[in-house]
């Protein structure tokens, strides 16, 4: 049977139905057909049901369709592209792994090594898998293949590839020719194919077509092999093109008889390939390349040719046409090739381009010598085409095109104007399209001006500019130009290796580099950073010819071997340095001396042309060589040993020395002449040769011996211990001195004794960010660092500079510092005084009087001269503001400092210090200072290396010396001080006139944190010694002492075996009082941890001692006693040391490392105490407290109490904490630490009484008794009634209708008072609903009045009538019941305004009760009006608590019962949640949708009335009867959908009426009560609103006719006032109306029938027509009522009655409207929701409530999606909206979800919002909800992406001290500190002083309020708050010194008069009459001083 050819549809009609009936192969009915027609139709014009695979597939289909059905020649595009096209490429690269294939179009794919053939891939295959180990018989892709070659593939993938972004192809025969069939196999037909193996005769190949074998036969393969295979044998995967050699006949194949045919590969035969008959050849037998005899069909203008060949129709573009297709005409012959066939539309593309037609297998050479970035000059237009560009003959007929792009730099207006045919241009290659042979060019200038446009045009050794793209792991790609980018190895990024190299470099950085080698073939550039080789002046070595011998070089170290060094320079050129050569001295290991990448200069010393070899030598004339010993170093040279020299020479860099013992040569380098930079020069100039220096020390060598002449490194050398000279004893911790050697971007490198070098990286080398670090460290600077990392492979370390790491604030090293500078300075000048040039000056002293005439004035001061003509420099600080200074004028001046560099001497003329200094120097009599007395003193000048402050009081006129470091790595101290800067000072040392002071808050800083010191002195004490002891220091919680000459301290819990309960023992100690103790523990006094037993650095640890009786008895400390450990039993007796009370536990510790916490109800059996815990529990003070609980590691729970807490069972009485007071329900307690228990309102007690809870507060202290507990759970149900075995009740405790007696009076309370009735609470799970016609004292109740005159929770009595038929509860209240007169009526109250129909008992079934326990999930949600509110609910949680009941009801019980409510599952939540809202009753609102509907019902049918208003004003308890009534509502809604539709559209109505004025009055009502910002501008935008409306209606209402504003008057209302009045009490009625939450009850009227009349909206509203009070239709009302409207007159109104009438009903619709969106009446269902939110879409409440009312049936997921539709709908504008949203989501998540859940949505939560803010929510509902360790880890994480607030630093800070983790805060300030900027440091310190006085140690706060002032002493806030913390904790003594002090300073008037005034109000509180006055004194005393003396 012959095959069928694929119809073309469209051509003819007998093809379509052909078309057609192929269904039918498939087995596809027609009516499958018509269904995907129409879901073609849908898919265009609707939404597609089909899955994301057929989406995908029709969506691609209708593309391809769009571009291809139009049977218009087309390029191939991407559009275009489809997985399973074929297509004919070109290769045109051939990596090792991929072939890249040239594509038509431009378009480029990738062939991978797994898509070549299958017998390739499975050689590849056995090789991986070890199974063939021979590898040659594999060849390599460039073996294979040819650039050149035309080969047919297959599109397999339409994803872009990783690579280039290339399609992926295959051209595996059996993918490309998979579709060829044996039957159309033909003789001289073309195939591809591809080497199967190779066989005796020739080769097998495989061309794809199942079952069909092809054999090249060695002959027909000759040609071939031997013209373009460069004789070698085909190998197996070889590709290429064949011609079917098929001789005889061809059904021989088809039956099967000959399954091999032959082939040929001759490129003579492939010339004559015969183009199959027209008949014969099936579709999918055609395949790219094949070639075709076609006839021109149609010519397509501009387009191309659509032709006919074989008994199909294809298409030629116009590109792949020799001429244009205006050249060609109908019916012409054309051969062309097969180009691209599309698998979808069967449609084929052919090519008539004669390169392609005509190939023959034989690699083509289209473009010639031209190669990307070639400039052409003469480029000559053929041609231009307005989409496409300009076409231009390039050379040797050559095509180029330059695309619209390519054009210009500039836009192009004109292309035929510009660009002429036949004009000439210039033009630059830019690549190939070899499927069109055409050239990409372009004629951009810019382009044209470029330097590199390929790789090929980089040189080695270029300098180039690159761009950093991207950092990777091993180094950084680059970009050198457009579309060149270069690599830059790790190794080559500096000149020594990176370890962080990211810290270095950015992305986009730009940066200069030189071009090391080029990789042509892999496009590849490698590049060098290093600095030596871009400024280096040697010769680029880029080839072997350009070598010498004799050549200096330089290069880098690429390789280290055993035989010497490989160095290579540029281009890979590469020579050895062999090991001999690497120095002249031998070198064993070349790894220890050198490394890889290092740069090196070398010399050529041999050349060998042959193997273009050549040798190094690293041995050069002048240059120290690499390992050299040092032949000069003497014989006992050991670094740190100290000798003496002789100065031999001067250099710049230093002095030559000869050394006195050995007389060997040696260097000292100028900056190693002293410790001071400033005295390294003055000391070079002072020193000449023969001089002799007496102390020097070995510090380095290289050919010499280095010394150094710092006394810093001079005296480190006497401690050899720890003099550390090699790299072997390095360790992380170890602090070494040294010199700053060399300063770099990245960081400072610091030189060490023995040439050790150490990396300080710029994070460590300052405690605060500076821009430059060069401004405070200079090359040659002694510095101390502390090593932190040492990499013992690579021989390197860093270490840190920093002081927070290197200083324990011992001032003792800056006086030293400051000391042995002012020492060696004046040793200097006494060597100067003899000298000719600086004798004179030499002898000038500081403090020395002299006169000075001023020569010159200048901007910092005055230029003077003294009168032996040195000058003298004044600055405008040291010159009094009142002096008159000028040019010739001469004064008396004090020198401050001799400048040597400069030759001048610094002064002070400033009468305030001349005058002092004068009279010192005059009388001899004068006091001096004293050692060790305090004085105040004023700053005069600041230099690097000191500060001079004058004296006051008696040692006035007196000059000291202050340290301006504190330590060798402090330069920021001097930073501190400012010229005139007020400080106390204590003098430390004094020889002559030379005086050293330290400030004062240093001082006291050094005593009173013994725990900083810097230097514990060494010792060999060992635990377990008993030892005699000092007292040193004494604190709260701890003593220091000395021991054996070392420091130490006792823990208070270490002091005493018992102690008195509130004692503080450390205080009751003495100085130098003398203690016996034991050593029980070290601990490092930097890191402050414990150190174990056998710990090596124990003899420079402080030890831990113990007092206790009970140790010191013990002969031998247990092996397993630790100071420092948590192993504590439960029911172990510890001392426990207060720190302070937070979240009522009181947190303690019982040693060093271990808290404990009390729980309040643990602290005492006393009342007292537990009321005022913060009271009776102070700091510092100690407790005998016993272990009962272990809470995690470092932390214990305690208990102060001798006997333990009772357990909690039933019927037990303990005491409890208030947690929560909710009005109307009861309370929550707190039992234990985990367990709470619910209070109902009717077990405060067993006699009733008014307002129960009045008076009870959160924290308040209460008895009760257990009724039921789950400790499971940790709930229980409490009481305070007494036991009723003992005491009979006045009102006993009802829990079911079962234990209620008929006849028998019960007391309850009034729990809330609705328009449905009165709320009575009578038990636990009693709840009636008194209807609103109840009869009290034989009056009706009013409602309206019950409201704003009776009070909640007030005593009601009401007596049991038992049931009626319905099983309805009746009840009524006793006349006894006090009930306010004004609140009884002789009416009834009415609530029915908008239906005629009685009020109807709901019967509520019990069996719903079950989902009321889902109400408190409900409540939750309710309220989250703010992102605050919603977190208090968490903690209430005690859902299923009442399930403990045994729920035993009787069969009464059981049957539906609507006055009493079951509250078996209600949670306590429900009840809390009043806590939250100012009114419970406005939670549970709501109004149905005909409560603005007219009953149309008639009056015989009572049950069709619709009767669905929700009470409004109703309680919890009342929701719950909602609830119950759930199936009686399910009827009402079903009768209410069929009733007809009139009624509904009636509602619709109503709803769309939302814009009234009457809507803005409601909402004006609204906000009434609320006094926000937003609230206020809501008020005046309503009100301005209104009155505009009010406008509108006044106006339009006196043109309203009389007729149409009538209305009747029903009932007894004659006798009420004015008729306005009566229609306006009338509508207040409607608004309170409701008509379905009545209890039957025995009233007056068991009938009372509606008397107002509805508003008539059958019509629809509109604002075109007017409100219409209908008249009442007869047959609307009873009979009873018909005589009574009969007989009632008909009253007319007044236009302005009825306009007051019209705006009054307006404002009750839009209320009650309003009344529903904003939760006063709760929606019922999900419509009723979204009614709500497209009322106020951008209303975060709505949809809050929305998500509660979800909740309710624990739909978790619903109410998830409803806050995502919350988040998608509120407008972008109103981010506090989203953000309450936001907040509600992560609440909910945090309650129901998973902390996956909870991740996702803080993420997305702070992605929309300001992080910090939604950060700070959720840490606050971490907190709440208990969960501190998530609070804790988002703290951390916030402080890390927002380091730089203060406020986040601030705030957690704030957490730590609320948890009682006072140590973790205080580290946490320290971490802060680094990271804020100093200007804010003030702030967070002063901040975290503040937490120590609420949460933590005021003692520990003052101090850092002291050191604050002292540096700030002028911030009158600091003063002032400072003041008021300390008066807060009763220190009344300490504040009035505090007062004393700052009265002191001195300030502007204004801040004293503050001041002052504090201070007199402060005694006037607190002092007595006395210190008032004095006071009063002061201040008169202070305005005297500042001269406003009253006259």
């Not at 990783?162 to 490309?176: F, R, S, W």
């Not at 240093?1002 to 635990?1023: A, F, N, V, W």
């Not at 450990?1125 to 009370?1141: L, N, R």
């Not at 002291?1906 to 300490?1934: A, C, H, Q």
Request: net charge neutral.
């Amino acid at each position: 049977m012959e095959e069928e050819n694929f119809p073309r549809g469209g051509i003819k009609k007998v093809e379509g139905k052909k078309h057609k009936k192929e269904y039918s192969l498939f087995q596809s009915p027609p009516d499958d057909v018509e269904k995907k027609k129409a879901s073609k139709r849908k898919r265009k014009g609707g939404k597609n049901d089909a899955g994301p695979e057929v989406k995908k597939k029709h969506k691609m289909e209708g593309q391809v369709s769009g571009q291809v059905g139009q049977e218009q020649p087309q390029h191939l595009t991407k559009k275009l592209l489809y997985p399973g096209m074929m297509m004919l490429g070109y290769v045109r690269q051939i990596k090792n792994y991929a072939v890249m294939i040239a594509l038509p179009n431009g378009l480029s794919g990738v062939v991978p090594i797994t898509n070549i053939s299958q017998a390739y891939s499975e050689s590849l295959q056995r090789f991986s898998e070890g199974q063939n180990q021979n590898a040659e018989g594999i060849c390599t892709l460039a073996e294979l293949f040819q650039v050149g070659m035309i080969v047919p593939c297959k599109l397999t993938e339409l994803e872009k590839s990783a690579e280039n972004n290339m399609l992926t192809l295959t051209i595996n025969p059996k993918d490309v020719n998979s579709d060829l069939s044996s039957a159309s196999l033909r003789h001289g037909m073309c195939v591809y194919g591809s080497i199967s193996s190779e066989e005796d005769h020739g080769y097998i190949v495989d061309i794809g077509v199942k079952g069909v074998q092809a054999f090249l036969k060695k002959k027909y393969a000759a040609r071939y092999i031997q013209l373009y295979n460069n004789d070698n044998a085909l190998h197996v995967g070889q590709y290429l093109m064949c011609k079917i050699q098929l001789k005889g006949d061809r059904m021989s194949v088809l039956t099967g008889q000959n399954r091999v045919i032959n082939v040929s590969i001759d490129p003579l035969e492939l010339k004559n390939i015969e183009s199959p008959e027209d008949s014969e050849i099936p579709f999918t037998s055609v395949v790219p390349g094949m070639k075709m005899h076609a006839k021109v069909e149609k010519v397509v203008k501009n387009e191309g040719l659509i032709i006919q060949f074989n008994k199909f129709r294809g298409l030629i573009h116009k590109s792949h046409l020799p001429r244009q297709p205006d050249k060609y005409n109908h019916g012409d012959q054309i051969t062309g090739s097969v180009l691209f066939i599309h698998p979808l539309i069967k449609t084929v593309t052919l090519t008539a381009l004669p390169h392609l037609v005509d190939y023959v297998g034989i690699p083509l050479g289209i473009f010639g010598e031209l190669k990307v970035g070639d400039t052409i000059e003469e480029a000559i237009v053929k041609r231009t085409e307005k989409k496409r560009g300009v076409f231009l003959n390039l050379q040797n007929g050559v095509t180029g095109i330059a695309t619209m792009y390519n054009l210009s730099d500039d836009t192009v207006e004109n292309l035929g104007t510009t660009f002429k045919k036949d004009s000439v241009h210039r033009c630059r290659v830019l690549g190939f399209w070899p499927m069109e042979a055409l050239v990409i060019v372009t004629m951009k200038q810019s382009v044209l001006n470029e330097k590199y446009t390929t790789i090929s045009d980089i040189q080695p050794g270029e300098i180039v500019d690159v761009k950093v793209k991207k950092m990777e792991k091993k180094g950084i790609r680059v970009e050198l130009y457009r579309g060149v980018n270069g690599w830059i190895p790790n190794n080559q990024l500096a000149d020594v290796t990176l370890q962080h190299p990211e810290h270095k470099f950015k992305v986009d950085d730009k940066l200069k580099c030189r071009v090391l080698s080029v990789n042509k073939k892999d496009s590849s550039v490698i590049l060098t950073h290093k600095k030596s080789l871009l400024t280096s002046k040697y010769p680029v070595i880029s080839s072997f010819n350009m070598l010498e011998v004799g050549q200096i070089l330089e290069g880098y170290i690429s390789a280290i071997e055993k035989c010497g060094c490989f160095v290579r320079f540029y281009n890979n050129v590469m020579g050895l340095a062999p090991r001999s050569l690497l120095s002249s001295e031998p070198i064993e290991r070349p790894e220890d001396v050198f490394y890889k990448g290092q740069v090196v200069r070398c010399k050529v010393v041999d050349v060998t042309p042959a193997n273009k070899k050549f040798k190094l030598s690293f041995v050069l004339e002048g240059k120290t060589e690499f390992g050299k010993k040092g032949k000069d170093l003497p014989k006992d040279f050991q670094i740190g040993k100290k000798e003496k020299c002789k100065i031999l020479t001067k250099t710049e860099d230093g002095l030559d020395v000869k050394l006195s013992s050995s007389q060997k040569k040696a260097f000292i380098p100028k900056t190693h002449l002293s410790d001071s930079i400033e005295l390294c020069d003055a000391l070079w100039d002072v020193y000449k040769p023969g001089d002799v220096i007496e102390k020097a020390m070995y510090w380095n060598k290289s050919r010499y011996a280095i010394l150094t002449c710092k006394p810093c490194l001079l005296s480190s050398a006497e401690n050899k211990d720890e003099f550390v000279t090699s790299f072997a004893p390095l360790k992380p911790g170890i602090m070494l001195p040294g010199v700053v050697k060399n300063i770099m971007p990245y960081g400072i490198f610091v030189e060490f004794p023995g040439g050790l070098f150490g990396l300080v990286p710029l994070q460590y080398a300052l405690d605060v960010k500076v821009p430059d670090v060069k401004t405070f460290y200079q090359p040659g600077q002694t510095v101390v660092a502390k090593i932190i990392e040492v990499n013992s492979e690579k021989k390197r370390f860093l270490a840190s500079l920093r002081m927070q790491d290197c200083y324990y604030g011992n001032t003792q090293v800056g006086l030293d510092l400051t000391w042995n500078y002012l020492k060696e300075r004046e040793r200097l000048f006494e060597s100067l005084q003899n000298s000719e040039e600086k004798g004179n000056l030499a002898q000038i002293k500081i403090g020395s009087i002299h006169k000075v005439t001023v020569i010159k004035m200048t901007r910092i001061g005055a230029v003077c001269e003294l009168k032996n003509g040195i000058k003298a420099i004044v600055t405008s600080d040291n010159i009094n503001e009142k002096q008159k200074v000028g040019v010739g004028k001469t004064f008396d001046s004090v020198v401050l400092y001799v400048d040597l560099k400069q030759n001048c001497v610094e002064v002070s003329i400033d009468t305030k210090i001349v005058p002092h200094v004068k009279e010192r120097i005059e009388s001899e009599d004068m006091e001096k200072a004293k050692l060790g007395e305090v004085y105040q003193s004023w700053v005069v000048l600041i230099k690097e290396d000191f500060v001079i402050v004058r004296l006051t009081n008696q040692a006035r006129g007196q000059l000291a010396f202050l340290p301006a470091k504190r330590h060798w790595n402090d330069v920021l101290e001097r930073h501190q001080y400012n010229v005139g800067q007020k400080n106390k000072v204590q003098i430390k040392r004094i020889e002559g006139d030379m005086i050293l002071a330290s400030l004062k808050v240093h001082e006291d800083k050094e005593l009173e944190d013994e725990e900083k010191i810097s230097y514990i002195p060494t010792h060999k004490l060992q635990i377990g010694d008993r030892f005699d002891a000092t007292v040193r220091k004494m604190y709260k919680d701890q003593i220091y002492i000395n021991v054996c000459g070392t420091y130490g301290r006792v823990f208070v819990t270490e002091m005493s075996d018992e102690v008195v309960d509130g004692s503080c023992p450390p205080l009751r100690m003495q100085k130098r009082e003398h203690v016996k103790v034991r050593i029980i523990g070290f601990r490092d006094h930097k890191s402050k941890a414990y150190l174990p037993i056998s710990h090596p650095k124990t003899k420079n640890a402080m030890p831990d001692c113990s007092m206790k009786p009970s140790v010191l008895a013990l002969d031998k400390l247990p092996d397993d006693y630790i100071c420092s450990g948590d192993k504590y039993s439960i029911g172990e007796k510890v001392v426990a040391s207060v720190i302070t009370f937070s979240n009522g536990y009181l947190h303690t510790k019982i040693s060093p490392r271990v808290r404990g916490r009390v729980y309040l109800l643990n602290l005492s059996t006393s009342l007292e105490m537990l009321r005022n815990p913060t009271k009776h529990f102070k700091n510092g003070q100690v407790y005998n407290a016993t272990v009962i609980q272990k809470v995690s590691s470092g932390e214990v729970e305690l208990s102060f109490l001798e006997a333990p807490l009772k357990e909690l069972c039933p019927g037990v009485e303990v005491r409890a904490v208030v947690f929560c007071v909710t009005k109307s329900f009861g309370m929550v307690v707190r039992l234990t630490d985990n367990i709470r228990g619910t209070l109902d309102i009717t077990d405060m007690s067993d006699n009733y009484e008014n307002l129960p809870l009045q008076g009870y507060k959160k924290g308040d202290i209460v008895t009760v008794r257990i009724l039921k507990v789950d400790k499971f759970n940790k709930q229980a149900v409490v009481t305070m009634r007494p036991d009723e075995t003992n005491n009979k009740p006045v009102d006993r405790r009802i829990e079911r209708m079962a234990d209620l007696k008929i006849g028998e009076f019960i007391r309850g309370y009034v729990v809330a008072v609705a328009n449905k009735g009165i709320t009575v609470r009578l038990g636990v799970k009693m709840t009636v609903v008194l209807p609103p016609d109840c009869i009290v004292k034989g009056k009706y109740v009013n409602l309206d009045l019950m409201k704003e005159n009776f009070e909640i929770d007030s005593v009601i009595k009401l007596k049991f009538l038992g049931f009626d038929d319905r099983n309805t509860a009746k009840w009524s209240v006793h006349h006894d019941t006090d009930f306010p007169e004004e609140c009884l009526s002789d009416r009834p109250f009415s609530n029915e305004p908008f239906s005629n129909e009685i009020s109807r008992n709901r019967s509520i079934s019990n069996s719903s009760a079950d989902s009321e326990a889902t109400k408190s999930k409900r409540t939750k949600l309710k309220n989250m009006e703010t992102a605050s509110d919603i977190d208090e609910t968490i903690e209430l949680e005690i859902g299923g608590l009442e399930r403990m009941d045994d729920g035993n009801l009787d069969e009464r019980d059981s049957v539906t019962n609507s006055s009493v409510v079951s509250e078996a599952t209600t949670s306590l939540s429900d009840c809390l949640e009043g806590k939250i809202n100012k009114d419970w009753d406005s939670l549970n609102r709501s109004v149905s949708d005909s409560d603005f509907s007219i009953d149309a019902s008639d009056d015989d049918d009572d049950n069709d009335v619709e009767d669905k208003e929700e009470g409004d004003d109703e309680n919890v308890i009342d929701s719950e009867s909602k609830d119950n009534n759930k199936n009686t509502g399910k009827n009402k809604r079903t009768r209410k959908k069929s009733r007809s539709e009139n009624m509904l559209e009636e509602t619709k109505t109503t709803v769309n009426a939302s814009e009234t004025i009457g809507d803005d009055n409601a909402k004006l009502d609204i906000v009434e009560d609320s006094d926000t910002e937003a609230n206020l501008q809501i008020k005046e935008r309503l009100t301005r609103k209104l009155s505009e409306k009010a406008k509108e209606i006044q106006n339009e209402g006196s043109s309203v006719d009389k007729s149409t504003r009538k209305r009747k008057v029903r009932g007894d209302r004659k006798q009420s006032g004015s008729e306005s009045e009566s229609t306006r009490s009338k509508v207040k009625k409607v608004e309170d109306s409701d008509s379905e939450d009545d209890v039957k009850i025995v009233t007056k009227s068991d009938l009372q029938v509606s008397e107002k009349p509805v508003l008539d909206l059958g019509q629809g509203f509109s604002w075109d027509t007017e409100f219409k009070l209908p008249s009442q239709k007869q047959e609307d009302i009873s009979s009873d009522d018909s005589a009574d409207e009969d007989s009632q007159k008909q009253v007319k109104k007044s236009k302005e009655q009825i306009r007051e009438e019209k705006i009054e009903e307006e404002k009750r619709i839009y209320r009650v409207k309003m009344q529903r969106l904003e939760g006063e009446i709760q929606p019922e269902t999900a419509d009723d929701f979204d009614r709500l939110v497209l009322q106020s879409p951008n209303s975060s409440l709505v949809w809050l409530r929305y998500m509660a009312f979800h909740l309710e049936t624990t739909e978790i997921d619903k109410a998830r999606a409803v806050a995502e539709r919350a988040l998608k709908t509120i407008s972008f504008r109103e981010e506090q909206e989203k953000l309450n949203v936001w907040v509600a989501y992560l609440n909910l998540e945090n309650m129901y979800g998973t902390s996956t859940t909870v991740t996702k949505v803080l993420t997305r939560a702070a992605q929309q919002n300001d992080q910090i803010t939604v950060y700070l929510q959720m840490i606050t509902i971490y907190v709440k909800s208990g969960k501190n360790e998530d609070a804790e880890q988002l703290f951390n994480t916030l402080v890390k992406k927002h380091s730089g607030n203060k406020d986040v630093w601030i705030k957690f800070g704030e957490f730590y001290f609320q948890q009682g983790r006072l140590e973790s805060a205080r580290k946490l300030l320290q971490r802060c500190l680094k990271s804020l900027e100093m200007r804010q440091h003030v702030d967070v310190i002063v901040k975290f002083a503040q937490m120590e006085f609420k949460h933590g140690e005021p003692e520990r706060g003052k101090t850092m309020f002291e050191n604050t002032l002292s540096t700030y002493p002028k911030r009158t806030d600091l003063w002032s708050v400072y003041i008021d913390m300390v008066t807060k904790i009763g220190e009344f003594d300490s504040a009035r010194s505090i007062y004393n002090r700052v009265i002191e300073h001195k300030m502007a008037a204004k801040k004293m008069k503050f001041f002052f005034k504090k201070y007199l109000q402060f005694e006037e509180r607190y002092g007595s009459e006395d210190n008032v006055a004095e006071v009063k004194r002061k201040a008169l005393q202070y305005v005297e001083s500042q001269g406003f003396v009253d006259e």
